[in-house]
Each structure stands twice: as structure tokens, then as C-alpha cells.
């Protein structure tokens, strides 16, 4: 600069440069904002919006984020859309890592946010303790909407950074998510009630396993559970089984809902043999196995200090029996089932690794859904429950504590090398958190191999300390695509032991609800499934009609995903003025469209060529698996429990059950579409039909009661306070319900003690056994038939992890 | 040719050398100030095989199974007799029909490996071939 001029010559050209610098920033800023790479990548429920904000009535595109790109590389945007699993955090944390620079992060959801409602010792009390986070989306889960404002959030946070001096190396400037890290105690609180309540301990643990000290339902009076008569073909099994085996075996005279048996433990592989080969009826398949843990019992000198729990159903008699096996020790052990129902095999791993039961003679005892690390047994009463009575979750231990090396998994011993692929647990194609460890020759799959437990949201263990009512929003959560036919069969097990009485009224909605829901998520299976065999176009339309069922849906309950409607002893409110219309042009529609997609599909060569003959299962193994729903039925089983075995008054409708024969992924799609076909017939028959009454029962012991009457007179005011507070008494007994809800049989397991709350929630989830049988389906097949499998096969993991 | 045809004075070739300086600058200059303004971090991670979210397990570089060694095998001898034909298919005015015989019968023959091949299974890829 001149001599002279040293004002001007200092302040001018920096002038200058600020002024340049800024242009540039400007200009970089707004490319940016209008070409984000948002990542595939969901973790639970929360996804299912953020990909509904792609679709037509959304539109994501308009904001220059519509494309999701499935690998890390291509992506510079996180949208962490969902609960954030300890089991996972890694995995997300090195997601973040391998994406391109500069990058930013949305937290989408409350379990993101915070961990929302999952308080629970498998979760992550926000991603904001492993990630920086720009934009927080609240909302459980957000509309698609709250998406979009979400995106126009970060577009403007995107504008205030001056990214040009970073990318000059210059000092200085912003660019990507660069917030700290946050860290519990300091910079948050992970206390769902906010900072500052350390010193008051949380609402309801007073009245929660292990200490009682505070439960005021013991002063309380319930009549007993309810008691049913064994009809004669139980009564004469009965008799034989202690004919046979002695005193090994013992018929309890008093059960809420099914036969059952009190087994010695050294008899029960001989007692399931006879059982499944030899009685009348057959029980040919293992509905359920599980273990509940007694110590915490209000009589414990009544328990063991375990109990093994099995289910067993006869396809011939359409019936259900209940072998419950006592155990004692601290860690205890029994005789393992796998010979006998090769299904066993995970349940029992699962018991192994949340109760701390060991089975001998186990194939492979280990630990199925806790990461390998992990230390204790969850589901044993002494185990804490909140995470937030934990250590707080850091960045450290998501750089620690990794998911196990694919080796490990895919062992061979013949000396042969094969290549060893990990698919999942963040894939386009795995529908969620779930990991195949593939074995491949050439193209050929010669092992497959799956890890789950990633999306273990710990729904049993909550079960164990919300109230009876509050558990219920954590139902439709289990199986977030299948809404409020989720809470179906937990209501019917509660309703069961309590014998609580549902109005006509409130059955037919609940009804008409299961069957709107069982078509949203078939849609949602037909346009990922087709997408997944290369048909991109079912994608863009069939979440039109979802839209449309969810409108529905939301007019009558007010929420979308998880309405959290159904009620103990009927629904939440009456239908709302206007239902019958919107449901009526819903019916009218459908099956015209449904048509449109056939048309697309059905014929279609290469739709053909990809699914037919392959993944095939034969009828025996299915039944001997433990495969459920569609994925039974097209084997060629007409087994429905709608029908077989009627619940909520199926019996007074008119439908067909659809079967196949071939038992492969092509069989499976005609299945499932004409499944949606009979349950629009459903729906027309249960909105044409609806009974008039009320939407629940008039005795209000149990149940919330309706809001003008819990007005308007006392008795009423004091049962709804009473059952919104310290929870409804329910009867000390267990029962088990079951209901066919979109992917299967979902069974609900519910033992109480005599208090506001279940002593033990357990959930048969169809996933858990239709994803165990995978191998059986895909080994011999080449890779890129296991995505048509996958996506034939149409589980989700919520249900198979719970 | 007259001796000044190589000159770096004649316009053509002038003109010519130009325009390679030019692109040479240009394209080293794209490279460069990709280099310069890319944003580079490297870690571990991000220097990491992308795996579905795990680390990778084993090595990548396997024995290839012989159905690869075999597919490539057909597409060179189809595809380098590709050579040949379109050689015939510049001169086959000149040949005239001597050429056009020899060709046919050297199609012929390719066809006859192709069907051959074909029958044995050779084209049939993967588990398919071991269903059916």
C-alpha cells in the first residue's frame, strides 16, 4: 500500500475482502441449502414419516432434499429418524464419521431428542451425547410436515455459516454441524422431567419391582380372575398326561384362559415330545417359550424363583395349552427344547440372555439381543430399568464397544475361505436395524447368519413398571406399521383375566381399525417389496392410498401412526360425526386402485422371473418353525385366527382366508394382496353394520370411564381417578392372547400380581419366528435373491426385538 | 513433404501445440484447485471400506470361484471375433464373395461354439443353474 495512506490502506482492502468473502459465502450457502443428500437411514418408527415426506401429497423434492442416498459416502445430512439403541450407536456414530464434509445432523424425534418415552436401559437418552445435532424435530413420531420444517430449519441455520474461509484455509468461519458434543450433568439433563428434580424420586417407583413400599392397591378388593371350564378333549388330555408321566405332571385347577400343566422339570422333553407326536391333539407348534422371574413376587414364599413358561397350539383342534416348569437357583438351569421345535433355538437364546437361564444342550447358547459386552440379565427384577439410572451413554463407548467382527458369526472349519458380507444393520434392503452376515460363493449364499437386537426398545421390562392404561401407548409401537391392531391382543389378555366385558359396538371399531391398518401396512409392504425387485413406480402410489386410510384414521382417533385408542374395555371415544362417509368413498375407491397395482405387477415378467421359485418353504417347516400369517398361509395352511380361532367377533363376518401352495416369494405376494382385497370387505361390512351402544363398558372397575360420566357423577370420578393414577387392580392370574395382526400372530403373555401394573409382560411377536426360518430361504439362493426374500418375507424389527 | 512441414512456425502445428498448453493448464488447473478447496478429513473411519455400518470382516481380494474365470472367457472369444467381422464388414467390396464365404463360414463356427457353449450350461449363471 502507499506511504501515506494508512487508514486507507488498512481498512479498505480488509473491507474489500470481508465484502468478497461474504458475497461467496452467500452464494456457497445458498447451493448448499438447495442440495442437501439427506442419508438413508432410519432407526424405528420416525423413519416411516420421514420417507412418507418424499411422497406425492408431501413432496419433499420442493425443497431440494428428495433423494435419499443408501451409502454414507454420497450423503452430507443425518436425519437420525428414530430411538437411538445402545446396540447401534456405534454403527450411527461411524455412519456420521464416513459421510462426506461439510455435514449436518437433524435429531428427528423424541427418542432422538432425548430418548422420549424409552427411558429403558437398551436406549440412548438422545444422540446429541454421541453426535452434534443441528436441528432438533420434537414429536413422537413427527408428522411429515414437522419433517419439512425441519429441512427449512437447517436450510436456514445453513445460511448463517461462512463456509468460504474454511474452504480457502483461511482462519476462521463455519461450516457443517460443529456444536459440542453434549454431556449429561453439564450441558444437559437426561432426567425426563427436566434439570433439577434429582432429589425426588420418579412418579411410580415407589410402587415398582424391586420396593413396594408405596403400593396402595393391596388396600384395594378385585373380584378373582376369571375362571373357565376345560371343555372335555383338555379334560381327557389332562388325564392322560398324569396317567403317563405321574406326578410330574399337574393339571392347575384354576386358569383364566387354556389348559394348564405344571411340569417337573426333568420330564418336560418328554412331556413336549409326547405332546407334539403322540397326544390328541397334536400340539405341532411352540407358540411361545419364556421365563419369568419371581423374586419380586408379593408372596414369594408361592414362587420358585423362576418359571419357564411354554405355549404350545394344535392346528386340528384350534386350541392352546400352557406348560409352566419352576425352577430354582440363581442361575438356573433346564433341558433345551431344540431337538424337539428347531424354533426353540432363539426364544431360548433370548431367555439365556435376558433372564440368565441356561439350557443345556443348547447348540449355540449366547447372547441374542444384548450387545456382546453387556453385562447382567435385563429382564430379572433387580436389573435397573431406566437407562437414566445408568451411566450416561458417550461417545466413548460408541467408539468402544463394536458390533462383533462377521467372522465370528460365519465360521467354517473345511478350510474354505468364502467372502464374508455384512448386510446391515444400516441397509436400503434389511427394513430396518437388522444385520445378515452372508457366506458367498461366487454369487451363491452358502451361510447366512443374522444378528438382531439392535432395535431392542425393552417394551417387556416397561411393561413392568407403567400402569395397565399406561402402557397402552407403548403397544402400537411394537409394530409401528400395524398401528392400533397391535393393541388387540394385549387388551384381549388383559380383558381375559379380569373378565371384563367389551361392548358390540366397541368390538366392530376395533375391528374395522385392525382391518384399516392391516391394509396400510400391506401397502407399505407392496411398494418396498416391488421396490426392492426393481419396480420403483407401486413406490410413488400406493402411499396415496396410505394417506388416505391414515386420514381416516386420524379422524377418528387423532393420531396417525400410533392412535394408542384402544382402550380396556372398548375404545377411547365414540366414532366421531362423519366416519361413516369417509369410510364408505375409502371402500368405494380401494379395490379399483388396488386393481391399478396388480395390473402393474402381477404379470410382469421380470416381477415373475425374480420371486417365483424362490425362497421357497416347504409347509412342515413352516409349521415347524413357528411361521405365522401370510408367510404361512401361502405354504398352504388355511390357519387364521380370525377364523380358526374368532376373537373381537370376526365370527360374525364374512371373508375368505387366501392360501398358496408353492411357499415362495411370488406365493407370498398373492397372499397378501388378496388379503387386502377380503379386508376391505371387512371394513364395508363393519361401517355398514356398525352396532349402535356404547364405546365401553358400563362397569367402570377397570377401565377409564367416558368422560361425561366421570363429569357428572362421583363413582365414576373416583374410578377414573383411581385407574389414571395408581393403575386398576387387576386380578392376581396370567392369561394369553393372541390376534392376527398384519404380519402374523402377535401374542400377548400377561401375568399380574394383584397390582396397578403386569408383574410380567411378555410379546410373541410374528416377526421374531417368520425371521428366524430366513436361512432356511435363502441359503442355495444367490444374493440378489435375498433381497427379494427379505422383502417377500415382510417382518419388522420392533417386534422381533421388542 | 516440403521440410518445413514439422516447423513449430507453421501455423497449423503452432496453433495446434497451443491448444495442448492450454489444456494441459486448464485440466491441471481443475485438479489442483479440487485438491486445494476439497474438504479432506482424514480418519480412521472415514478411511474405512463402508459395510452396511460394521467393520469388514477378512480380506477382499479372495479366489475368484470359476464361473467368473468362465463368463469372462466367453466374452473375450465372442467379443475379439467381433475384430474380425467388422475388419470384413470395411473391405467386403474387395474381398467380393470369396470373402463373403469365408466369413460366413467363420460365423458359422462362432455359432456353433455359442450354441454348444449354451447347451452345456455354460451361460447359466449362479445357484440358478444348480436349481434347474
Redesign the interface.
Known amino acids: 500500500m502507499a506511504k501515506g495512506g494508512t487508514r486507507l490502506g488498512s481498512t479498505s482492502p480488509k473491507k474489500l475482502n470481508e465484502r468478497l468473502l461474504s458475497g461467496a459465502d452467500a452464494l456457497i450457502n445458498w447451493a448448499r441449502k438447495y442440495s442437501l443428500w439427506p442419508m438413508f437411514f432410519g432407526l424405528s418408527c420416525c423413519f416411516v414419516e420421514k420417507a412418507t415426506a418424499l411422497t406425492a401429497r408431501y413432496d419433499l423434492a420442493r425443497f431440494g432434499a428428495e433423494v435419499l442416498r443408501p451409502?454414507?459416502?454420497q450423503a452430507d445430512l443425518l436425519v437420525v429418524s428414530g430411538t437411538v439403541f445402545k446396540k447401534i450407536a456405534p454403527?450411527?456414530l461411524?455412519?456420521y464419521?464416513?459421510m462426506?464434509?461439510?455435514k449436518w445432523v437433524i435429531s428427528m424425534g423424541s427418542c432422538a431428542n432425548c430418548g422420549g418415552m424409552y427411558d429403558v436401559y437398551s436406549v440412548v437418552q438422545g444422540i446429541d451425547q454421541i453426535l452434534p445435532v443441528d436441528v432438533y424435530i420434537p414429536g413422537c413420531p413427527p408428522r411429515p410436515e414437522a419433517v419439512l420444517q425441519g429441512i427449512v430449519e437447517l436450510q436456514k441455520k445453513i445460511e448463517s455459516e461462512s463456509p468460504t474461509r474454511p474452504?480457502?484455509?483461511l482462519k476462521g468461519g463455519t461450516q457443517g454441524s460443529v456444536q459440542p458434543l453434549r454431556v449429561d450433568g453439564r450441558t444437559k439433563s437426561r432426567d425426563p422431567r427436566g434439570p433439577g428434580m434429582q432429589g425426588t424420586a420418579i412418579r411410580g417407583t415407589s410402587v415398582t419391582p424391586p420396593d413396594f413400599w408405596g403400593s396402595r392397591s393391596d388396600l384395594m378388593w378385585t373380584p378373582p380372575p376369571q375362571q373357565i371350564e376345560l371343555n372335555s378333549s383338555d379334560q381327557n388330555l389332562s388325564r392322560e398326561l398324569s396317567s403317563r408321566f405321574g406326578d410330574a405332571v399337574k393339571s392347575r385347577d384354576f386358569t383364566s384362559d387354556m389348559l394348564t400343566l405344571e411340569v417337573a422339570d426333568e420330564r418336560l422333553a418328554d412331556v413336549l415330545r409326547y405332546l407334539k407326536h403322540e397326544a390328541t391333539p397334536k400340539y405341532q407348534r411352540l407358540d411361545d417359550l419364556t421365563a419369568i422371574d419371581e423374586s419380586a413376587r408379593r408372596h414369594p414364599e408361592n414362587y420358585p424363583d423362576f418359571t419357564m413358561v411354554y405355549h404350545l397350539l394344535s392346528y386340528d383342534a384350534a386350541s392352546r395349552i400352557r406348560l409352566t416348569v419352576p425352577l430354582n437357583g440363581k442361575s438356573p438351569g433346564i433341558t433345551s427344547i431344540t431337538g424337539i421345535w428347531p424354533s426353540a433355538n432363539w426364544y431360548e437364546r433370548e431367555v439365556f440372555d435376558l433372564m440368565g437361564i441356561h439350557f443345556d444342550g443348547h447348540p449355540n447358547l449366547r447372547r441374542i439381543i444384548m450387545p456382546p459386552d453387556w453385562e447382567g440379565h435385563p429382564l430379572r427384577k433387580s436389573f435397573p430399568g431406566r437407562a437414566t439410572e445408568m451411566a450416561p451413554y458417550t461417545r466413548n463407548d460408541a467408539e468402544k464397544l463394536?458390533?462383533l467382527?462377521?467372522?465370528v458369526y460365519a465360521k467354517t472349519d473345511d478350510g474354505e475361505?468364502?467372502?464374508?458380507?455384512?448386510?446391515?444393520?444400516?441397509?436400503v434392503s434389511?427394513h430396518g436395524l437388522l444385520?445378515y452376515i452372508a457366506s458367498l460363493?461366487?454369487?451363491?449364499?452358502i451361510g447366512l447368519e443374522l444378528e438382531i437386537g439392535y432395535h431392542h426398545r425393552a417394551v417387556e421390562k416397561i411393561g413392568e413398571r407403567q400402569t395397565w392404561h399406561q402402557f397402552i401407548p407403548y403397544l402400537a409401537r411394537v409394530d409401528y406399521l400395524a398401528g392400533a391392531a397391535n393393541d388387540l391382543p394385549y387388551l384381549l389378555a388383559v380383558e381375559t383375566l379380569a373378565d371384563i366385558k367389551v361392548p358390540e359396538r366397541a368390538q366392530v371399531i376395533r375391528v374395522m381399525l385392525s382391518e384399516f391398518f392391516r391394509l396400510s401396512n400391506h401397502l407399505v409392504w407392496l411398494a418396498t417389496y416391488a421396490h426392492d425387485v426393481g419396480a420403483m413406480t407401486p413406490n410413488f402410489y400406493t402411499f396415496r392410498e396410505r394417506e388416505m386410510i391414515l386420514d381416516i384414521v386420524e379422524l377418528i382417533t387423532g393420531g396417525r401412526l400410533h392412535p394408542s385408542w384402544f382402550r380396556i374395555g372398548g375404545v377411547a371415544a365414540d366414532l366421531p360425526e362423519g366416519w361413516k362417509a369417509a369410510v364408505d368413498q375409502f371402500v368405494k375407491l380401494f379395490p379399483g386402485r388396488l386393481q391399478e397395482y396388480e395390473n402393474l405387477i402381477r404379470k410382469n415378467p421380470i416381477f415373475k422371473a425374480r420371486t417365483r421359485?424362490v425362497g421357497r418353504i416347504s409347509l412342515q417347516d413352516a409349521m415347524d418353525w413357528g411361521v405365522t400369517g401370510p408367510n404361512l398361509r401361502s405354504c398352504g395352511l388355511n390357519w387364521d385366527l380370525r377364523k380358526k380361532m374368532p376373537y373381537s367377533g370376526y365370527e360374525n363376518f364374512e371373508f375368505e382366508v387366501p392360501t398358496a401352495t408353492e411357499g415362495d416369494c411370488y406365493a407370498r405376494y398373492l397372499v397378501r394382496i388378496e388379503e387386502m382385497r377380503q379386508s376391505i370387505g371387512i371394513i364395508e361390512q363393519a361401517a355398514n353394520n356398525m352396532p349402535s351402544g356404547r364405546h365401553v363398558t358400563n362397569d367402570y372397575r377397570y377401565v377409564i370411564p367416558r368422560r361425561e360420566d366421570m363429569l357428572k357423577d362421583i363413582e365414576s370420578l373416583i374410578h377414573h381417578y383411581i385407574n389414571v393414577t395408581r393403575g386398576p387392580k387387576i386380578p392376581r392370574g396370567e392369561a394369553y392372547a393372541a390376534c392376527e395382526i398384519p404380519r402374523g400372530e402377535q401374542g400377548y403373555y400377561v401375568v399380574s400380581d394383584g397390582l396397578g401394573y403386569a408383574y410380567r409382560v411378555r410379546i410373541r411377536g410374528p416377526g421374531f419366528a417368520n425371521v428366524q426360518v430366513m436361512p432356511l430361504l435363502a441359503v442355495?439362493?444367490?444374493i440378489a435373491?435375498l433381497i427379494a426374500i427379505i422383502g417377500s418375507v415382510d417382518y419388522i424389527l420392533p417386534d422381533i426385538d421388542r | 513433404m516440403a521440410s518445413g512441414a514439422l516447423s513449430p512456425w507453421e501455423p497449423g502445428v503452432f496453433s495446434l501445440a497451443v491448444y495442448v498448453v492450454l489444456v494441459l493448464i486448464f485440466v491441471a488447473s481443475q485438479l489442483i484447485i479440487a485438491v486445494?478447496?476439497g474438504?479432506?478429513?482424514k480418519?480412521e473411519?472415514?478411511l474405512?471400506p463402508?459395510?452396511?455400518?460394521?467393520?469388514?470382516?477378512?480380506d477382499?481380494r479372495?479366489?475368484?470361484?470359476v464361473?467368473?474365470y468362465l463368463v469372462a472367457i466367453f466374452f473375450l472369444i465372442f467379443d475379439v471375433e467381433g475384430a474380425f467381422i467388422f475388419a470384413w464388414a470395411i473391405a467386403h467390396g474387395k474381398l467380393g464373395w470369396a470373402g463373403w464365404l469365408q466369413i460366413s463360414f467363420f460365423i458359422v463356427l462362432l455359432l456353433l461354439g455359442l450354441f454348444y457353449v449354451w447347451r452345456k450350461g455354460g451361460l447359466d449363471?449362479?445357484?440358478?443353474a444348480?436349481?434347474s
Open positions: 451409502s454414507p459416502r454403527v450411527v461411524r455412519l464419521e464416513q462426506a464434509e461439510p474452504i480457502f484455509h463394536q458390533p467382527d462377521g467372522g475361505h468364502p467372502l464374508i458380507l455384512n448386510i446391515g444393520p444400516h441397509h434389511t444385520r460363493k461366487g454369487e451363491k449364499i421359485g442355495g439362493e444367490s435373491d | 486445494w478447496l474438504e479432506k478429513k480418519t473411519e472415514k474405512r463402508y459395510e452396511s455400518g460394521i467393520i469388514p470382516s477378512g477382499a479372495l479366489h475368484y470361484p464361473p467368473f449363471w449362479g445357484p440358478l444348480q436349481k
